[in-house]
Every structure is written in C-alpha cells, then in structure tokens.
C-alpha cells in the first residue's frame, strides 16, 4: 500500500520521480504528490487522484529544477484521499518533508503531546505527526535530521517505509523501514529510493533492501550509513545484482498489464517447474524442501496462510498434498488465524502464500506461528520480499513481476509450486506410486502447451462477455479441486468490474443459492470431465430447470454439458489435480473483457492496491 520514490545525484530529478511514481502506482493510487529541492527551497505538489493527475498539476504549479526529490502515491489509511491527506508532508516549520507508507498507530496519543506543544496540523494523517515529531526532537534536543529521525522511531508504533529530507541540508535523504518494503538502488555517484526496484531499474541493477528496523542516510555523491533503529548499531550495506529487467515491467504491446500477465501464463508455469522436475532422472527437486525434509515427513499436519487468490492457491493445495501426500491440512485466512490463538506446535508445518510476500496479515501469521515454534515455509513471488525473508526456508514461484492488481499468473504459479512440493512429499512418504508420480511430472510438463491452448479461446471468451457485461450477479460453482477456482473466479470479476459475484461448491448450490436462480442469472459452472463429472452435470440440470444462464467451463469435446448451457468453454484435458491450472484461464479472461466493456480500470480497481502492508 503506497509507493514512495526519492532520488539524489546528478540529474533531474522530477522525470526519474514521476515515471518512478507511474510503475508504482499499483500500490495506490488514490492520490499523487512530489517535493523536490530546486536549491533553494522545496517546491511541493500534491493531489487527490492519479499520477497523471499530479503531472498535470505540477506543470502549471511548481518549476520542476533540482536534482533532489521524493514522491508518493498512496492508498489511504488515515483521513480520506483528498489534496490535503496526500503525501509529501511538510513540517511545521517548512524545513522537512517526508512521504510515508504504513501506519503509525500512536499517533494520537503523539498528536495530542504535539498539539501542546504548539504544533498544528493541516492534514487528518499519522504521517503529518511524524514529521512533526522529528522536527520536534531535532530542535528541542538540537541533533542532526538523522538522529531525530531515530529517536522518534524509536517512540513509534506501527509499520512504516519512509523518506524524509531537510531543506536546510539538501545533500542527504533519511530513509526508514519497518513492515513496509524498501529499496535503495545504487548508481554512479546517485542514489535512488523506491517501495520495489521498478523505478530505478532502467539506471542501475545495484539494490540494498533495507531490513525491518533498519535506517539509512543517502548522501549525495558519497554513501549509504545504514543503523539499527533499536541499538543505533551500524549495518554494512549488503549490495546486491538484481535480475530484472525492463521489459518484465512494462506492458510490451498489451493494453493493459493483467491481459499481458494473463498471457504469461504457459511462460510463468514452465519458469517455476524448470530445474525442480526432471522427468528423464524422475525427480522433483527443491532446495527448501530437501534440506527440511526430516520437518515435513514428520509433520503432524500442514497449516496453510494467506490471503485473497494466495488463499485460494491454498485451497487448491489442500486436495493436492491430502490427494498426494496423505498429510492433513489446514487453510487459514492468514488475518482470522493470527487473531485466534490457534493451537500450533513444533510438529506443525505452516506453509505462508504470498505473490508480494508483503501482506501484512500473513507476515503476522508467520510470525505467530514462529513463536509457536511451528516451521514456516514460505512460497512467494517477490524474490527477497519480507515473507521469503521471515520465513524458515522456502520456494519462489518464478512468475516475474505480477504488476496488474488483479492477481493471475501469481496463482497459477502458487499452484505449481505447491503441487510440486506435494508429489516430491508423496514419493518421499511412498504415497503415490512409481507411475502416477511419473504421470504427474509428464501431464504437469505438457500444461504450459495446454494453457496456450485455452487461451486460444480469448475471441469466444470475448463474445460470452459481452452477452453478459452488464448482469448485476454471478455465481461460480465448482466442485473438489475445482471449487477453489470457483472463488478465485469470482474473486476476479467482483474486483475488476466490480459485478457482485459469489462462488460455491457446486453441491452446496441447493443449500441457498438456488434461490437467486431466475432467468437474468449467469452461472458460471466448472464441469470438466474428470472430477465428480456427473454430479455437476445434474446440478447444471437444477440451474436449467430454474432458466439460470449457464457458461459451462468443459473438457474439449464435451457434448453433455453443450447440450444444457447456453455456452461453453473447452479446455484440455488434463489430470483432475492439475486442472485448476487450466479452468482458471476462461475465468481470468471472462472478468478482463467484461471489465474492459464496461470500461474500468482493470489494472488499478478501485480502492484495491497491489499488496495489502496494512491489517
Ligand atoms: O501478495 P499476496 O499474494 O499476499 O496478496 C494477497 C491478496 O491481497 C491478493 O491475492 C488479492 O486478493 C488480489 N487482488 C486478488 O486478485
């Protein structure tokens, strides 16, 4: 939630802020601001709405000179998003700036001591306090910005990334992290600070990733100082090469990032099985779950952490690894589970689901289950996110960047990874056998091809959802391994094209949502052939005889289901436990096009941001 970019060095500093703001504007973007130094004075714009909203403002509000400057794009938490709530804030005196991702939680209590001591406040923000606190400490106990911004920190509750600068000494940016994702990518003689290397990675490949309770102060031309905000013990910058590059961040002719990310997919999948499955040696291997073998196999039972599509990826893996394994399984909420004293041991093994590996709810729940004493395991996508990072070992999915907020090929690629770990367990416990592990590994290599092929399905996808692009419901039903993609399919659309949109267990439709059921309802009905088959096909006959409309997601060559819905959508057959890898894709396509129809924004619904850092 929120995007924060700084840059001091030799060149202007506006483009390199604004693009910057424009590749994070995924994290928020309820309201834009920037603040630069023109060498004089800090020259600060802000606005309620977009990036670009703020680009037209600063042109004809503030010269765009300085080659020192921090800017923001937010997802509001405290106050609503208008100009005055909108980051950078200013302190009282007009020396200090800061912009801010996170929330401090006491900052009443500071309001309040703040206020007594004369200070006013503009704006309804935590943020405002903050900067008032530091300016508060930096003259009442006459220390350098550095040091104020430690103390305070120090007096603070929540989570926060954050920049600040002093006019008076505009040769250093001080920036913090705790709970809230922060990179300083390191250039020639230039430094840049961003929530992820995006805006900074056409300029340099070189990052620090501050840690949680760590600060830094960015000197101009010289070095990164970084503390522990704790012990004010220093820290040796660890500097490391990243791997992307600027094509993965970037739409590469696609209208819109999730259509592209939807097409990634058969990519995305190969990515993340390559190296772990040889199908000539008949192996599975990862380096996570060998090297903790002994954790799993003598696990009592596996508990599952996450949120949103992450937890759906979970759903989905708890047929896997009970199918598979034989392990029982819990799948968790990651923000109920951290709230209700669940009971957790040592002989638990807790797996964290997380594409950003930045939800605050599941670093909670991992740190819950840690202090339990319980291993974690975390899958993630963000290669160095805080998750992979807090979390005993792991096992990345190797989806690339996933930029739309609408997650697509993140789920995909957790179910990969996830199914991998079940059969490497299964053939380690001896619960499968020699030829249907082999069978998995063949079918699991041929679904990237078979992923294509159901993408080959976009036009007819397109023409279903125009027929139904303006219904004000849907149901998603779907049974076993696919009844998870039933939710995740109405996950989909409720959030992009904001359809109100419900999933089900096929089965459970006759227990309520039968009576939503009437002529203008289009019901969504996973029925491919293996997979309790003709039990969906007698519940697609209850939907007809109450004149639903049904979209059938079928195998190829179906003809039952033809014959009943008013539409189907074939996929290729595959194993039951790898078909939610491809019954997904008609359902990610379905809410694109219905939400391009209807003209939202697909990329940046509202209200939503990309990773969720607050509870
Ligand atoms: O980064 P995470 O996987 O931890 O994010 C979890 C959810 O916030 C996320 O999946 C959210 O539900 C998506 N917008 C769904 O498309």
Known sequence: MCGIVGYIGHREAYPIILKGLKRLEYRGYDSAGIALYDGQDIKLSKTK??????????????????????????????????????????????????????????????????????????????????????????????????????????????????????????????????????????????????????????????????????????RRGKDVKIRKIKDDSLVNPYVQELQLNLEQIEKGGYEHFMLKEIYEQPHAIKDTYRGRLSLENAIIKMAGVEDHMKKFLNADRIIIVACGTSWHAGLVAEYIFEDLARIPVEVEYASEFRYRNPVINENDVVIAISQSGETADTLAAIKLAKSKGAFVFGVCNVVGSSIARETHAGAYTHAGPEIGVASTKAFTTQITVLTLIALRLARAKGTISSSDFRMHMLELEMIPDKVEKALASDDHIKMIADTYKHATNCLYLGRGYNFPVALEGALKLKEISYIHAEGYPAAEMKHGPIALIDENMPIIVIATKKGHYEKVVSNIQEIKSRKGKIIGIVTEGDSTVKELADHVIEVPETLESLSPLLTTIPLQLLSYHIAVMLGKNVDQPRNLAKSVTVE
């Open 49 to 218: 709405g977009k990036v670009d909203d703020l680009e037209r403002r600063v042109e004809n509000e503030i010269s765009t000179n300085g080659s020192l400057g921090i800017g923001h794009t937010r997802w509001a938490t405290h106050g609503v998003p208008n100009d005055v709530n909108s980051h950078p804030h200013y302190s009282n005196s007009g020396d200090l700036v800061i912009i801010h991702n996170g929330i401090i939680e006491n900052y009443e209590s500071l309001k309040k001591e703040l206020t007594n001591r004369g200070y006013t406040f503009n704006s309804d923000t935590d943020t405002e306090v903050l900067i008032n606190l530091i300016e508060d400490i930096k003259k009442s106990e006459n220390v350098k910005l550095g040091k104020a911004v430690h103390i305070a920190l120090n007096q603070v509750v929540g989570a926060y990334a954050i920049a600040v600068f002093d006019k008076n000494k505009p040769n250093e940016i001080v920036v913090a992290r705790l709970g809230s994702p922060l990179a300083i990518g390191v250039g020639e003689d230039e430094f840049f600070i961003a929530s992820d290397a995006s805006p900074f990675i056409e300029y340099t490949n070189n990052a620090i990733y501050l840690e949680d309770e760590e600060m830094a102060i960015v």
